[in-house]
T-cell receptor
Framework: KAGVTQTPRYLIKTRGQQVTLSCSPISGHRSVSWYQQTPGQGLQFLFE???????NKGNFPGRFSGRQFSNSRSEMNVSTLELGDSALYLCASSYRTSGSNSQETQYFGPGTRLLVL | AQSVAQPEDQVNVAEGNPLTVKCTYSVSGNPYLFWYVQYPNRGLQFLLK??????LVKGSYGFEAEFNKSQTSFHLKKPSALVSDSALYFCAVKTGGGNKLTFGTGTQLKVEL
């Protein structure tokens, strides 16, 4: 099976712009989660989507949003970019059932490295 | 709130020696514990997980981890380190009710000849 794919791999934007990142999960996986990785804050959870619905959200401002399509592919959007949004954005997928407990492993993509100038 | 601590920023080991990367956690409820490894300019690669059952978990590439409930620890171990094991290692925890992983700050493992 192909792994999680993320596009683009690298991105340079300027302050005030917006950006959209894309994630294709492993075939058959229905849950997609997004994480931000920075040297200062480490790995932080952004949000999770399952069956096109946001199931969980981390502590990020409303400028960060996402969505999931019927084929489980997901996009995240960051509007009005700030210098501090420079980070590696990681997408992870898992085969999650509809139950509230989730023991499944999350498999990560290679990430999109965003640089905001 | 759940949290994970990795007390060592860096661990240095000679090739062929055993290695241990430490992790402690704090959760309410039963924890699901994970170890991931990250190589430079790459995403996270899954190594192993503890859900329930046997306290010693075996994973990929000869790694194993021991779950200790009384000490709330989940240390990663390998009997004989390789130079190629040099990477950044993350411990993570989640509890019931979603897929949110809470990560530790990471431990840089350096294996030298």
């Amino acid at each position: 099976k192909a792994g999680v794919t993320q596009t683009p791999r690298y991105l340079i934007k300027t302050r005030g712009q917006q950006v959209t990142l894309s994630c294709s999960p492993i075939s058959g996986h229905r849950s997609v989660s997004w994480y931000q990785q920075t040297p200062g804050q480490g790995l932080q959870f952004l949000f999770e989507y399952f069956s096109e619905t946001q199931r969980n959200k981390g502590n990020f401002p409303g400028r960060f949003s996402g969505r999931q399509f019927s084929n489980s592919r997901s996009e995240m959007n960051v509007s009005t970019l700030e210098l501090g949004d420079s980070a590696l954005y990681l997408c992870a997928s898992s085969y999650r059932t509809s139950g509230s407990n989730s023991q499944e492993t999350q498999y990560f993509g290679p990430g999109t490295r965003l640089l905001v100038l | 709130a759940q949290s994970v601590a990795q007390p060592e920023d860096q661990v240095n080991v000679a090739e062929g020696n055993p290695l241990t990367v430490k992790c402690t956690y704090s959760v309410s409820g039963n924890p699901y514990l994970f170890w991931y490894v990250q190589y430079p300019n790459r995403g996270l690669q899954f190594l192993l997980k503890y859900i329930t059952g046997d306290n010693l978990v075996k994973g990929s590439y000869g790694f194993e981890a021991e779950f200790n409930k009384s000490q709330t620890s989940f240390h990663l171990k390998k009997p004989s380190a390789l130079v190629s094991d040099s990477a950044l290692y993350f411990c993570a925890v989640k509890t019931g009710g979603g897929n949110k992983l809470t990560f530790g700050t990471g431990t840089q493992l350096k294996v030298e000849l």
